[in-house]
């Protein structure tokens, strides 16, 4: 039942945007952009996912517990597809990685064929949390953002970061603007 709740955008807009927001900082953001950047260069498939307000505590369960501090290096080693992590979504909170390998929920929407696996989960989890997550495709090396079960593809290394910074620095942005301008 609260799966199906979650699916309903109201709800979702009451129990996710309800002032909770990741501390994610910039330099932690630019581990990411340069990971996925590497990731999608090199071609390894990848599922990023930053914890915001809704714990995924279920999900990391099913994965490696780490509780590392996040690196541009630990991503890409995490998703070398000559480790046994490499299949599984990492999951990042504030400035670690709390989990890797870990498995999601596929979503039950119809996609285009182009969409794989890892587009699944991602937009799977993303219809039952508020993360975010960041898809790199191994066939293509697309990049991919999913946020409340919406999926927006072909993203470069700009554009992802002009939406991470939009998503976790709006506020930030918004009250230096305020001071700046009184």
């Known amino acids: 039942?609260?799966?199906?709740?979650?699916?309903?955008?109201?709800?979702?807009?009451?129990?996710?945007k309800s002032g909770s927001s990741s501390d994610l900082s910039i330099p932690m953001i630019?581990?990411?952009?340069?990971?996925?950047?590497?990731?999608?260069?090199?071609?390894?498939?990848?599922?990023?996912?930053i914890e915001?307000?809704?714990?995924?505590?279920?999900?990391?369960?099913?994965?490696?517990?780490?509780?590392?501090r996040l690196s541009t290096d630990l991503l890409i080693t995490l998703f070398n597809p000559t480790t046994p992590t490499h299949?599984?979504?990492?999951?990042v909170r504030k400035d670690r990685v709390i989990a890797s390998n870990v498995l999601l929920p596929l979503t039950k929407k119809t996609l285009e064929t182009r969409y794989g696996t890892r587009h699944r989960a991602a937009i799977g989890i993303s219809e039952l949390s508020d993360a975010?997550?960041?898809?790199?495709?191994?066939?293509?090396?697309?990049?991919?953002?999913?946020?409340?079960?919406t999926i927006y593809t072909g993203l470069n290394k700009e554009s992802l970061e002009e939406r991470l910074f939009e998503t976790f620095h709006a506020n930030q942005l918004k009250n230096n603007h305020v001071a700046a301008h009184g």
């Open 52 to 68: 915001r307000g809704f714990k995924l505590s279920d999900y990391i369960n099913t994965g490696l517990n780490l509780g590392a």
């Open 132 to 149: 975010i997550g960041i898809v790199v495709s191994e066939e293509t090396g697309t990049i991919s953002l999913v946020e409340y079960g």
């Open 30 to 49: 630019k581990h990411i952009l340069e990971a996925v950047e590497e990731l999608a260069q090199r071609r390894w498939g990848a599922i990023i996912l």
């Open 87 to 91: 299949d599984g979504a990492v999951v």
């Open 1 to 16: 039942t609260l799966e199906m709740l979650g699916r309903r955008p109201m709800f979702r807009f009451m129990v996710f």
